[in-house]
């Protein structure tokens, strides 16, 4: 049982849009930062979003991340089959002193 | 671009010590990120394992407090995990991570990860 919790499983149809829910509690996501993470099977996670809504250099801009309250929502635009992935968000947890992620959406682009 | 690689046994023995190396290259580890392990048990979702700093020294889940230590060496530019009194459950893909340190206005975040590395509890 993750401390964050992600639906297992989103899909939708090339170029579309597709939005993944984390939900959290007030020791994590209501009150940290929000990241989440790219992770094609078999390789290893990339950084997609930090701080919520920061993306990195090279990650494109139909990516997107915000947070309300104890929540946080991952974008994707533009959907593209290079994008069928497990995806995963974490924050810091001050109540539990670590690190925690959600159990991952898996992404199906149809 | 820094560049993590984890090391070690593949197998280990119910009840023996799991010991993984991390080496990073493109990079000092003398700085300010936090070197961090996570873990993946088959078909499961990430685990935060521990992590070192050159500067405050480290953070262990406390979950596995009991079991888990980590330490760096900075001639070798490496650092390292060990987990004591392993079991099937600690059967895993190992990998090593950079963090960057939180501040007051960013809240740090897992950004460099290396391939990771599978190791298999069992007898």
């Known amino acids: 049982q993750s401390v964050l919790t992600q639906p297992p499983s989103v899909s939708a149809a090339p170029g579309q849009k597709v939005t993944i829910s984390c939900s959290g509690s007030?020791?994590?996501?209501?009150?940290?930062?929000v990241s989440w993470y790219q992770q094609i099977p078999g390789t290893a996670p990339k950084l997609l979003i930090y701080?919520?809504?920061k993306r990195p250099s090279g990650i494109p801009d139909r990516v997107s991340g915000s947070k309300s309250g104890t929540s946080a929502t991952l974008g994707i635009t533009g959907l593209q089959t290079g994008d069928e992935a497990d995806y995963y968000c974490?924050?810091?947890?001050?109540?539990?002193?670590?690190?925690?992620f959600g159990g991952g959406t898996k992404l199906t682009v149809l | 671009q820094v560049q993590l690689q984890e090391s070690g046994p593949g197998l280990v023995k119910p009840s023996g010590t799991l010991s993984l190396t991390c080496s990073v290259s493109?990079?000092?580890?003398?700085?300010?990120?936090?070197w961090t392990w996570v873990r993946q048990s088959p078909g499961k979702g990430l685990a935060w394992i521990a992590e070192?700093?050159?500067?405050?020294?480290?953070n262990i889940n406390p979950s596995l407090s009991s079991r888990a230590t980590v330490s760096m060496d900075a001639s070798k530019n490496q650092f390292s995990l060990n987990l004591s009194s392993v079991t099937a459950a600690d059967t895993a893909v190992y990998f090593c991570?950079?963090?960057?340190?939180?501040?007051?206005?960013?809240?740090?975040?897992?950004?460099?990860w290396g391939q990771g590395t599978l190791v298999t509890v069992s007898s």
């Open positions: 991570v950079r963090r960057i340190a939180a501040t007051a206005t960013s809240g740090g975040t897992f950004d460099s």
């Open positions: 493109g990079g000092s580890i003398i700085s300010d990120y936090w």
């Open positions: 007030h020791p994590n996501i209501g009150s940290k930062f």
């Open positions: 974490g924050a810091y947890d001050t109540s539990l002193r670590a690190w925690v």
């Open positions: 701080d919520n809504n």
């Open positions: 070192v700093s050159y500067v405050v020294k480290t």
